[in-house]
T-cell receptor, first 113, second 112 residues
Framework: DTAVSQTPKYLVTQMGNDKSIKCEQN?????MYWYKQDSKKFLKIMFS???????INETVPNRFSPKSPDKAHLNLHINSLELGDSAVYFC????????????FGQGTRLTVV | GENVEQHPSTLSVQEGDSAVIKCTYS??????FPWYKQELGKGPQLIID?????GEKKDQRIAVTLNKTAKHFSLHITETQPEDSAVYFC???????????FGSGTKLNVKP
């Protein structure tokens, strides 16, 4: 069973389009995240949700909108895609109240053309 | 906010040798330091972590050391094997805060 799964794995789309990436975790964790990894492999946090509530928004453009229908899911919707949005996006989760390291999904490689 | 610096950016070792990756952090409030291994095409995987009330932690061939005064922590891999080849990331956070700041990564190449 995959602990943190995200779909799709690859996404190629044109500039200006709107796309979504889905994420689900079956670890029972309370906190979920979205990270962006650029071409230089740098990992930067975008959002953090705890029990469906947004707790961290790291100066991400408002074209990016996370949605958490329940604590096991955190989806990422991106409007009006730009070339600079091309990157690998990782969903992750971690247990609340214990801190602890985050468990990452396999990533979604987004290419905007 | 926290700033985590990681060195070296690439590291090549012969199989069986040891590898050391070093990180420094800026925020003295940080008290939790995980290390991740990322293989090609996969997400980062937590391999070991250390909290600030501990100076060293070991798990088989990997160990992590922490110097709170100097604000640096290191990953040590002994008896390296080709399957250790990957990109390694350090991170720093405030425990229970659930916000991780990552280093820039070290690409480790273990030559058979």
């Amino acid at each position: 069973d995959t602990a943190v799964s995200q779909t799709p794995k690859y996404l190629v789309t044109q500039m200006g389009n709107d796309k979504s990436i889905k994420c689900e975790q079956n670890l029972g964790h309370d906190t979920m995240y979205w990270y962006k990894q650029d071409s230089k492999k740098f990992l930067k946090i975008m959002f953090s949700y705890n029990n469906k509530e947004l707790i961290i928004n790291e100066t991400v453009p408002n074209r990016f909108s996370p949605k958490s229908p329940d604590k096991a899911h955190l989806n990422l919707h991106i409007n009006s895609l730009e070339l600079g949005d091309s990157a690998v996006y990782f969903c992750a989760s971690s247990p609340e109240g214990q801190g602890g390291g985050a468990f990452f999904g396999q990533g979604t490689r987004l290419t905007v053309v | 906010g926290e700033n985590v610096e990681q060195h070296p950016s690439t590291l090549s070792v012969q199989e069986g040798d040891s590898a050391v990756i070093k990180c420094t952090y800026s925020d003295s409030a940080s008290n939790y330091f995980p290390w991740y291994k990322q293989e090609l095409g996969k997400g980062p995987q937590l391999i070991i972590d250390i909290r600030s009330n501990v100076g060293e932690k070991k798990d088989q061939r990997i160990a992590v050391t922490l110097n709170k005064t100097a604000k640096h922590f290191s990953l040590h891999i002994t008896e390296t094997q080709p399957e250790d080849s990957a990109v390694y990331f350090c991170a720093a956070s405030i425990y229970n805060f659930n916000k991780f700041y990552f280093g820039s990564g070290t690409k480790l190449n273990v030559k058979p």
